[in-house]
Each structure stands twice: as structure tokens, then as C-alpha cells.
């Protein structure tokens, strides 16, 4: 499995990688809707700063103040917290929405994004604490909630961190629906799975894989904007979705290397070098669990990995200089 920081570093090449390549291709769209009227004035970045301080402030103060409360108020209270924290997050949303200026646009996109997780915690103390549903119901409740929502404001606001709710959302369902998928019916609330049933990690990582891909297709065709924000996020679904299960099956090491490769060698055509990145540190990660569980008992497969690599770097270094000596560059 993937470890959390190599998920950081995936995500960080991922999405500053996309947003830079977007940018230089001109893919970057800026609506009035999204980021305010061309040519008006922006505010510098000391009093962006200090508006988002304002809302770190804001969170702390109320998260540190109702923590002292928490266990007092009841569950029911604890559920009304947080669907007024979205509805608070919500109405801060529209008022400073109403300023056409890029910086407070993106501090709306921050409040509703907000709203939206308000709105998921409400949804899951509702359920889980108050009626007691199972995790599973309880999951798909959530993440049909925050789709829901965090769908109805995208279409409102078509911005990255609306963007990443309503992915979110999806991916929670998804993980609900396997959940009740892989347990029988009438034998408790986390049985073991029948025998024809599948396990729950393959019923996750296969849903999730096909989704991911799914995702990012939908991004490359416009459907689901900013482009910068979904590709990323479905290439990278995509890519780490197969490693939830190979302990189980080793067949679903195939699936995680072919789809590394299959985004190397997109890149190449798209001149996509971000994507070139995260395929190669996929690649790299599951063919060390290949070699560590398969090979681990012998030197020879190693070895002729490693002498494989060797070459091909070689080969690598002599056609790009071979490139540069049919092609030289002529001075200005």
C-alpha cells in the first residue's frame, strides 16, 4: 500500500504540476463568475492573508470553545453544531461572493467548502450517533449528502475547492455502496462477507480505480472543471486505487502497472510532464512491492532489474544526444 507520504507527494506533483502545465497551455479559464470582472483592481496579498488569518481565528475560537461544551450538549446538539456551522459557512459564502474581486472570490470558495464538510458532519452524527445506522449506510448517507450539495454549489461556483467536495462526496459513496455490497443481509452490523460475496477491499479498490479514471476523463472533456483540479484528482484515484488490495490479490499489481504505464505514456503525447511524474511514481512503487514480494528470495531478478534500468537510462542519455546532433541549435 501506499504509504501517507508518498499520497502527499503524489498529490502535491499532481495539482501544482497540472496547474502550472494548464496555465502555460492556456487551458486556465477566469469567468466573472469564478473570479471576479477582468481589469478590476486586486487587493495585495497582505490583505488576503489577513482575511484568511481572520477565518483561522474564527475556526479555532469556535472549534476550542464548543470542545469544552462537546460532551454536554447531547448528540442531538452536537448533529444542530454542525449544520449550523454550514449554514453559517453558507450565508458567509454568498455575502462575500458579492465582491467581484479574485482574492474574496476564493475566500467564498473556502467558506462553502466549508459548509459542505459542516454539512457531512451533521449528516453522519444524525445517522450513526442518533438512529445508530451501521458504518456502511452511514457512509453512503454522508456521501450522498455532500455530493448532493457540494454539487448544487458547484454548479454555482465552479471553483477548485467545490471541485474537490463533490469528488469527495463521490468517493465516500462509493465506499458506502461497497461496504453494503460485501454484507450479508440480517447477520449484525460487520459480519465476515459470504463466500460469494467480494471482499470489501477488492469491492473498493476496483470501484474507485474505474471511478478515478472516470474522473479524469471527465475533466479532459470540460464536463467537470477546473480541468486543473479533476484530472489530477482522477489520475491519482486511479492511480493508488489498486494498491488497496494486492496483499489479497496479486493481480491487482497488473491493474496498478498498466495503469502507471497507460499515464506515461499519455504524457508523452501531451507533452504532459506532471503526468509523466505521478506514472513514474507509481511505477516505481508497484513494481518494489512486486519485487519485495516475489522476488525476495533471490538475487537473479533483482539484479537483471536493475541491470534493465541501467540500459535503458543509457539508451535514454544516447538518443537525446543523437536528437541534438540531427537537430542543433542554431544561435540567435
Do not use: C, K
Request: without cysteine.
Amino acid at each position: 500500500m501506499f504509504f501517507l507520504m508518498e499520497l502527499v507527494v503524489l498529490a502535491a506533483v499532481g495539482f501544482g504540476g497540472f496547474y502550472y502545465w494548464a496555465q502555460q497551455r492556456g487551458l486556465l479559464t477566469t469567468g466573472q463568475a469564478a473570479e471576479g470582472e477582468p481589469g478590476t483592481q486586486r487587493i495585495s496579498l497582505v490583505t488576503e492573508a489577513a482575511a484568511y488569518a481572520g477565518v483561522i481565528l474564527l475556526l479555532v475560537g469556535g472549534v476550542t470553545a464548543i470542545s469544552q461544551r462537546w460532551n454536554d450538549i447531547g448528540r442531538g446538539g452536537q448533529g444542530g453544531v454542525f449544520a449550523a456551522a454550514a449554514v453559517f459557512f453558507f450565508l458567509v459564502g454568498i455575502i462575500v461572493r458579492q465582491v467581484r474581486e479574485p482574492a474574496i472570490q476564493r475566500l467564498a470558495g473556502v467558506a462553502w467548502f466549508l459548509s459542505v464538510a459542516g454539512a457531512g458532519g451533521a449528516v453522519w452524527l444524525a445517522l450513526y450517533h442518533v438512529h445508530g445506522t451501521t458504518d456502511a449506510v452511514t457512509a453512503v448517507a454522508v456521501g450522498a449528502g455532500v455530493t448532493l450539495y457540494a454539487a448544487a454549489l458547484w454548479l454555482i461556483r465552479r471553483s477548485a475547492l467545490q471541485n474537490l467536495a463533490l469528488f469527495a462526496g463521490l468517493v465516500i459513496t462509493i465506499v458506502g455502496i461497497a461496504g453494503i455490497i460485501t454484507v450479508p443481509a440480517g447477520t449484525g452490523p460487520a459480519p465476515a462477507p459470504a463466500p460469494n460475496l467480494p471482499t470489501p477491499l477488492l469491492a473498493i479498490a476496483l470501484p474507485l480505480w474505474v471511478f478515478g479514471l472516470a474522473w479524469a476523463g471527465l475533466g479532459w472533456r470540460r464536463y467537470v472543471g477546473p480541468l486543473w483540479v479533476t484530472i489530477p484528482s482522477g489520475v491519482i484515484l486511479a492511480l493508488i486505487a489498486p494498491s488497496f488490495a494486492p496483499g489479497h490479490y496479486g493481480w491487482m499489481y497488473v491493474i496498478g502497472i498498466a495503469t502507471a504505464a497507460a499515464a506515461m505514456a499519455a504524457s508523452v503525447p501531451l507533452r504532459n510532464t506532471p503526468l509523466l511524474a505521478l506514472g513514474a511514481l507509481a511505477m516505481f512503487g508497484y513494481l518494489t512491492a512486486v519485487a519485495a514480494r516475489y522476488l525476495h528470495q533471490s538475487l537473479g531478478g533483482p539484479s537483471a532489474l536493475a541491470i534493465t534500468g541501467v540500459l535503458i537510462i543509457g539508451l535514454a542519455v544516447v538518443s537525446a544526444r543523437l536528437m541534438r546532433a540531427a537537430h542543433p541549435v542554431t544561435p540567435s
